[in-house]
């Protein structure tokens, strides 16, 4: 084999490449989750239903919303108390049909005047990484606990 052959760069990706690539699926799934929290602590409900693709599928506990309309209207009873979100270091994982599964722990203080509140429980998300910026295909928000402060 000549030099030429030993460094010619081969049409099939490399598994460095697909890693290359997995890591900037998971660095853009991570900064959608924090863009997430500064969204939910700017009290900016389009800004976090922008977040979602247009289908999107959302629990917070047991109750479902369909769609970015049926979310927004989530958030917007949701929404109103300023907060400070806390994300923990997501685990992610890279899902047979692409998205990428990303769960997480966070840690919110609500500082509602009548009631402040630290709340803190998981995220499980399904994320699609293609196109302008990546979006929430899916989000699951499970609360663990709350305590008045």
């Known amino acids: 084999m000549g030099i030429e052959e030993a460094v010619a760069p081969s049409a099939r990706p490399t598994e460095v ?10 660095e853009a799934a ?5 863009d997430y929290a500064a969204a939910c602590d700017a009290d900016d409900v389009d800004a976090v239903v922008s977040l979602f693709t247009d289908d999107a599928e959302m629990w917070a506990g047991p109750r479902q ?4 309309d049926s979310i ?8 109103g108390a300023p907060t400070c979100h806390i994300v923990g270091v997501p685990k992610l994982a890279t899902a047979p049909d692409g998205l ?3 769960n997480a ?8 005047a009548d009631e402040p509140q630290l709340r803190w429980g998981t995220y499980a998300d399904r ?3 293609d196109g302008p910026s990546p979006r929430f295909v899916s989000r699951r928000i499970t609360i663990k606990g709350s305590a008045a402060l």
């Not at 991570?30 to 924090?34: I, T, Y």
């Not at 722990?105 to 509602?112: G, K, Q």
């Open 17 to 26: 490449d697909v890693s290359v690539d997995e890591f900037r699926g998971f």
């Open 30 to 34: 991570r900064a959608l989750m924090h």
């Open 65 to 68: 919303f369909q769609g970015r």
């Open 72 to 79: 927004a209207s989530f958030y917007r009873g949701a929404l």
């Open 100 to 102: 990428v599964e990303a």
């Open 105 to 112: 722990s966070f840690l919110a203080v609500e500082m509602a």
């Open 127 to 129: 994320i699609v990484i």
